[in-house]
């Protein structure tokens, strides 16, 4: 079992829809990390977390501690939020744990 | 500020060859890392130098591989003899001291035919 599991693996959604992504792990972490990665492009940091809520535009990431649990929403999806959203974990030395990551398609 | 970049984006070889990747970190990271996803599976951390030093190389495969730091600055990651499981893209990402951001590159992507 993968110290940080996804879920789901794939999602389709319309356009305009709220979408949660769910990440759990196992492990004990410094901070937890999602980060975007579109076709054939390179990985991009949309947040860094270790407590609480944050929140940029349209994207808000949230973790609970206690429960080892991390969701990601995007509201008011567009098609440009197409792409594999993949949650990662700092372990020691802050080396990534990553998920397997979500292939979002958000269709028009 | 420059990003993380690595070089080349794309490469081509053929089992038994030889392939160096290449990172240069942005300015003034001294944490780097090497990470890598193969085909269908998660990306998975390789190694970690503080500078010049390799402080965790747990992910390494095998003695095929072989990372350099000379001078703490950028890093190259070499394949002796390439295999075709090697086949996948590998990522670099930089850190600066003790903060927790990592900043990738948008990583090379290895073919071993």
Redesign the interface.
Known sequence: K?E?EQSPQNLTAQEGEFITINCSYSVGI??L?W?QQHPG?????LF?L?SGKKKHGRLIATINIQEKHSSLHITASHPRDSAVY?C?V?R??????????TILRVKS | EAGVTQFPSHSVIEKGQTVTLRCDPISGHDNLYWYRRVMGKEIKFLLHFVKESKQDESGMPNNRFLAERTGGTYSTLKVQPAELEDSGVYFCASRRGLAYEQYFGPGTRLTVT
Not at chain 1, 41 to 45: A, L
Not at chain 1, 93 to 99: C, Q
């Open positions: 993968n940080v410094s901070a990390h980060l492009g390179g990985i991009v940091s860094m270790s993949i990662a700092g020691y030395g802050n080396k990534l744990v990553f998920g397997a990551g």
